[in-house]
Nanobody, 120 residues
Framework: QVQLVESGGGLVQSGGSLRLSCAAS????????MAWFRQAPGKDREFVAR????????SYADSVKGRFTISKDNAKKTVYLQMNSLKPEDTAVYYC?????????????WGQGTQVTVSS
């Protein structure tokens, strides 16, 4: 089992920045992808960004492209989400997730979530 622990959420004004972190508990940790998702009140969970653990290639939702950056530190088994130019519509609980393999395409491990609130 892998435990993922997020940190870095909080309250920020519109236009501000936050950096989220997600650390994995297991000493040997090498997923296929790490990703960030978010869920706003009354809405479904949505994909935000993902990164390949081996190559570092990234992918983003259109809504955050150009504002958010996902990165990783393999040695620390940690993935980050740098969020700039935050908007009130970015308010949500943010979750990190690990996808162990390419197939099946499922994120099997999830963190507990961290709240991000952007005030207007």
């Amino acid at each position: 089992q892998v435990q993922l622990v997020e940190s870095g959420g909080g309250l920020v004004q519109s236009g501000g920045s936050l950096r989220l972190s997600c650390a994995a508990s297991r000493r040997t940790f090498s997923p296929y992808f790490m990703a960030w998702f978010r869920q706003a009140p009354g809405k479904d969970r949505e994909f935000v960004a993902r990164i390949s653990w081996s190559s570092g290639s990234t992918s983003y939702a259109d809504s955050v492209k150009g504002r958010f950056t996902i990165s990783k530190d393999n040695a620390k088994k940690t993935v980050y989400l740098q969020m700039n130019s935050l908007k009130p519509e970015d308010t949500a609980v943010y979750y990190c997730a690990a996808r162990p393999t390419l197939v099946p395409a499922s994120y099997d491990y999830w963190g507990q979530g961290t709240q991000v609130t952007v005030s207007s």
